[in-house]
């Protein structure tokens, strides 16, 4: 079964072509981030116009580096939330009308199932499985009891982890997205700061990064109002190292209690290499699979991959009113 996906939840612009859940035939990406660097951040009204000049290009790049025919596509996918409305917009009219146009079944995708089955690129998933899923705007721990049957156990009280990278770049003056730029960083330096752990000792599941990024906060000023010179690479190593470890030690809790027998990892944040050494290094007893970095952070062919397996328990229709549907009314997500 050939797939066209289209991904714009935030500032990717992104059409991919999938077949059989498993192969990427094309994944064509516009990043945006040189046009938002320059805010420190993500602009919506932005975004969504750079969506609509860059939507089409797009496409093309798709189907044509995907080597097919529009009429060997059997289905049309599109991320239906969450993530910035006007964004979303822009990529559901495109699939909509492509889908339309064509005749195609077409099928809303959630964002954040795509994150988590993009592990299925690497090997297949096998149930139960533990997915850990962190982002820019999310951080969540999640049982897969079957194929589209998520649990959410537990997720971020506060800031997401990929957030408090961002923020803490911020903090450092570094450049956005911050992620990328701290990881770096962090292998060039050394943990020699103190920084509070946050476990929530008495809540296994759920995470809190927000006190850590103020501690990294008060560090920082601390030093410059004492003019005290530190190593930016030290700071970054020592944020890196508890992220990791709460990241890492809370997974293993979860792994040893629910007794799975996959640990899944995915998110923009899951490129980062400390976190993917670490999890490899503490968690032996079962299977990981995490993305390549290229499917770690946003892009279409995660959602083409989920379609493919949404299909199986609920077949796409030709009814192309997706739109006004809550991109909360998944019932493969339950809390
Ligand atoms: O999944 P994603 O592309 O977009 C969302 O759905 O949010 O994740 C983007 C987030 C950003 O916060 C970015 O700083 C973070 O993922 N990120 C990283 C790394 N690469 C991207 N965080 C830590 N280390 C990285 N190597
Ligand atoms: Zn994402």
New binding site residues.
């Given amino acids: 079964m050939i797939i066209l996906s289209v991904e714009t ?2 500032d ?1 612009t992104s059409v991919a072509v999938t077949k059989d859940g498993k192969e990427v035939l094309s994944n064509a990406v516009y990043s945006q981030i040189d046009i938002h660097k320059k805010y420190g951040g993500v602009v919506p009204e932005i975004a969504s116009r750079a969506h609509i000049q860059s939507m089409l290009y797009m496409f093309e790049e798709a189907i044509h580096n995907a080597n097919i025919k529009v009429s060997d596509i059997d289905l049309v996918a599109v991320t239906q939330g969450p993530g910035l409305i006007g964004s979303l917009l822009v990529g559901i009219n495109a699939a909509t009308t492509f889908a339309y146009a064509n005749n195609l079944p077409l099928m809303g995708v959630n ?1 954040l199932t795509g ?1 988590i089955y993009a592990a299925q690129i690497e090997g297949d998933i096998k149930y139960p499985a533990l997915a850990l899923l962190v ?4 951080t969540e721990l999640l049982y897969l009891k079957d194929n589209m049957n998520i649990e959410i156990l537990g997720t971020t009280l506060d800031d ?4 408090a ?2 923020k803490v770049a911020r903090i450092l003056g570094l450049s956005y ?4 730029v ?2 770096k960083l962090a292998h060039q330096g050394k943990p020699i700061y103190q920084l509070p752990i946050p476990l929530l000792k008495n809540d296994p599941y759920n995470f809190s990064f927000s006190g850590l990024k103020s501690a990294v906060l008060n560090l920082v000023h601390n030093m410059r109002q004492r003019n005290e010179s530190f190593n930016v690479e030290d700071v970054c190593a020592s944020f890196q190292e508890v992220v990791t470890e709460v990241l890492v030690q809370k997974t293993k809790n979860a792994i040893e209690t629910l007794g799975v027998k996959q640990l899944i990892v995915a ?3 899951a ?3 400390g ?1 993917r050494e670490k999890m490899y290094e503490k968690i032996k007893d079962i299977e990981i699979l995490i993305p390549h970095i290229r499917y ?3 892009q279409a062919a995660m959602i083409g991959i989920a379609a493919y397996y949404q299909n199986l328990v609920k077949p796409a229709t030709k009814d192309y009113y997706i739109v006004g549907k809550s991109s909360l009314d998944f019932d493969h997500f339950k809390r």
Avoid: F, I, Q, R
Wanted: aromatic fraction near 4%; charge should be negative; hydrophobic fraction near 20%.
């Fill in positions: 939840s935030c990717e964002h994150h982002s820019g705007g999310h997401a982890v990929g957030e990278y961002d997205p911050g992620g990328p701290v990881d998110g923009g944040v490129a980062n290499k976190l770690c952070t946003d």
